[in-house]
């Protein structure tokens, strides 16, 4: 099994959620999120990411409204 490289993730992520542990820990996070059931902040653009709702229905009204999935 391939090791998570914490500092290269932590470097592309862009959650601004600050003290949160899971940072760079992507398979702890998605998992995390997922539980809440929503997205890690990954999966949205930065404007949306910093409103901190990433609720399974902002995921699909944002990406709908650009007519394209990335």
């Known amino acids: 099994m391939a090791q998570c490289n914490i500092e290269k993730n ?3 992520c862009n959650c601004t959620y600050e ?3 899971r940072k ?3 398979c702890e ?3 995390y999120h997922w539980r809440m059931g929503e ?3 990954c999966f949205f653009p930065n404007d949306i990411e910093k409103t901190y709702d990433r609720s399974i229905e902002t995921f699909i ?3 709908q409204k650009k007519g394209r999935w990335r």
Do not use: E, H, L
């Open 10 to 12: 932590k470097s592309r």
């Open 19 to 21: 003290p949160c542990g």
């Open 24 to 26: 760079g820990v992507c």
């Open 29 to 31: 996070c998605i998992q």
């Open 39 to 41: 997205f890690p902040a």
């Open 61 to 63: 009204k944002i990406y």
